[in-house]
């Protein structure tokens, strides 16, 4: 009889508007039934039958839109664990709000079981699955430890521009507005705002562009943003 090997897989939740990584995680099931377990849960915790957490505030946080999943890595030889502990560990490098409860592997995975000519099959058919489908903004980026910061789109400069808060604060990253608002959420509400032009001061706070602040004030909260750390 043929010896099998475990297969499972390291996946990520990603907010459909601003594009940001939210949570990874690790199955033993398809993505798709993974991410319909997700929901089933946020809609148990919404009905008080399971306690609430902040993965399921995330989720429910971005309601009526819907979170996207994606593959990060099919994982062979019993080591789903550790690859969880460590995309985990560098996801929370790069989006420091990632709501991740633990550091992975404490959910005690256990793998579906293929033979080497199914594993080989299995994976001809993921890279198939995935042929020509546009990976998620900051892909790359994200998988090379080495470039910190450059690939989840909370970490990149923000692409509508800098933004300014009280003609003091300078945000050039979206996970930046997130430690300083101490908001998992900030950055999003925050893009939205600009995005769709809404009036109002979010988080008691007067947003404007850097592009439309004066010389002087630019030169202040630029020099006051090289002083700060997140």
């Known amino acids: 009889m043929e010896n099998k090997v475990p297969v499972g897989f390291i996946y990520y939740l990603q907010n459909p508007v ?41 989720l429910s946080n971005i309601l009526p839109n819907k979170a996207k999943i994606g593959l990060l890595e099919m994982v062979i ?6 690859r969880e502990i460590f995309y985990i560990s560098k996801f929370r490098e790069l989006n420091p709000n990632l709501t991740n409860m633990t550091n992975g592997g404490a959910g005690k995975c256990t793998s579906l079981f293929y033979t ?11 890279s198939k699955s995935l042929k020509g489908k546009k990976k998620p903004k900051g892909f790359a980026e994200n ?3 080495k470039r910190k910061g450059l690939g989840n789109p909370a970490t990149k400069e923000i692409s509508i521009g800098w933004i ?37 001061s979010p988080y008691h706070l ?15 909260v630029q020099a006051t943003y090289e002083s700060r750390k997140y």
């Open 206 to 220: 007067e947003w404007e562009m850097f592009s439309n602040l004066d010389n002087e004030t630019q030169d202040i």
């Open 18 to 58: 601003t594009g940001e990584i939210f949570y990874v995680g690790a199955t033993e099931t398809s993505l798709k039934n993974r991410l319909r377990t997700h929901y089933q849960h946020l809609s148990e915790a919404l009905k008080g039958q399971r306690k609430m957490n902040r993965r399921y505030e995330y």
């Open 116 to 126: 080497e000519e199914e594993k080989i099959k299995f994976g001809h058919k993921i």
């Open 77 to 82: 030889d019993n080591n789903l664990e550790e």
């Open 164 to 200: 300014v808060a009280d003609k003091k604060y300078l945000f050039k990253h979206g996970f930046e507005m997130n430690s300083f608002l101490n908001n998992k959420n900030a950055y999003g509400n925050i893009f939205s705002f600009f995005k769709n032009k809404r009036k109002g």
């Open 143 to 145: 998988m090379s430890i």
